[in-house]
Nanobody, 125 residues
Framework: QVQLVESGGGLVQAGGSLRLSCAVS????????MGWFRRAPGKEREFVAA????????TYADSVKGRFTISRDDAKNTVYLQMNSLLHEDTAVYYC??????????????????WGQGTQVTVSS
């Protein structure tokens, strides 16, 4: 059973930074692909970033490139999303997702089998 627990959300001013964490439990985590998605009020869920645990290959949505960084800590079984230069439009509930098969890094939500409960990020303008 895979469990994902997010933390680190909060209220920040535009231009500020936050770091989200996603604690991962499960077997053979090294084979996982991990993703971050977000859902803003009144909008569809959208892809933010993803990382292949083994090797650390990453991919980002164009809207966050150069501002957000996804990483993982092997010792802590945790995935991070460092968010810098935050904009008001980054306001959303952020979700961590896992694909234990690790076949490919996908930007599609349906590709991921497990999801966290979400953490709210609010950026004041």
């Amino acid at each position: 059973q895979v469990q994902l627990v997010e933390s680190g959300g909060g209220l920040v001013q535009a231009g500020g930074s936050l770091r989200l964490s996603c604690a991962v439990s499960g077997r053979t985590i090294s084979s996982y692909v991990m993703g971050w998605f977000r859902r803003a009020p009144g909008k569809e869920r959208e892809f933010v970033a993803a990382i292949r645990w083994n090797g650390g290959t990453t991919t980002y949505a164009d809207s966050v490139k150069g501002r957000f960084t996804i990483s993982r800590d092997d010792a802590k079984n945790t995935v991070y999303l460092q968010m810098n230069s935050l904009l008001h439009e980054d306001t959303a509930v952020y979700y961590c997702a896992a694909d234990p098969r690790g076949l490919a890094i996908s930007t599609r939500a349906w590709f991921y089998n497990y999801w966290g409960q979400g953490t709210q990020v609010t950026v004041s303008s």
